[in-house]
């Protein structure tokens, strides 16, 4: 069996797993186990694999509004990866993920990728708030630079928090953040598909 098909195969036999409601560790444990999974494939299936429910779920939460809430680490983390040539990956749910666990959060380019995130939504006439964890080091340096271009932009303790909290419709590549949020956008994939980013579909998506 060839590592396309094994991970097919690993795919096929965890979404069994998580439509029966088995626990995603639990499961995940054994089809790593089972198929000899590297680190790299067990990490995609776990961040872009989700249950037929989860996906009902997140589907019937997206909404078309004008005003939105952005995951900016998690947003710009996923698209400086893009960005630098790494693999993205087009998960179950339709949101675009990486693999990189964070690698680039003290990156020097966060603040540009925030800008163009910005600019891209002033392209669509949509009103943006981006929010940053405060406790990452360089938050406080990265909104003074927004707010000076007057953007919309605030730190917060917990940023997950206030993201899911919000009455806004929420982007975010964080599958827990769109689970629980009330409302989702997903305006923001097209920046994902209209700058020929090396994209992944996974044996999860149709064409």
Avoid at 126 to 143: R, V
Wanted: charged share 30%.
């Amino acid at each position: 069996m060839d590592e396309i098909d094994s991970l097919k195969e690993a795919y096929i036999d965890y979404k069994y797993f998580l439509n029966r409601g088995y626990p995603r560790k639990i499961a995940l444990d054994a089809i790593t186990a089972r198929y000899n999974l590297s680190q790299a494939k067990r990490l995609l299936l776990y961040r872009c694999v989700h249950s037929d429910e989860e996906i009902r779920i997140i589907k019937h939460k997206i909404v078309n509004e004008k005003e939105i809430v952005v995951d900016g680490y998690n947003l710009a983390l996923t698209l400086i990866s893009a960005i630098n040539g790494e693999d993205i990956f087009l998960c179950d749910d339709g949101f675009f993920r990486d693999l990189g666990l964070g690698k680039y959060k003290d990156s020097d380019m966060i603040t540009d990728v925030l800008l163009l995130i910005t600019e891209y939504c002033e392209k669509l006439r949509i009103n943006c708030e981006i929010i940053l964890d405060s406790q990452l080091s360089k938050s406080g340096n990265i909104i003074s630079i927004l707010k000076k271009k007057n953007i919309n932009a605030r730190t917060v303790t917990k940023a997950d928090k206030e993201i899911i909290i919000s009455s806004k419709a929420v982007y975010s590549n964080d599958f827990l953040i769109l689970y629980k949020s009330q409302k989702i956008s997903n305006v923001l994939n097209n920046m994902f598909l209209e700058n020929y980013f090396k994209i992944f579909k996974g044996p999860w998506v149709i064409n």
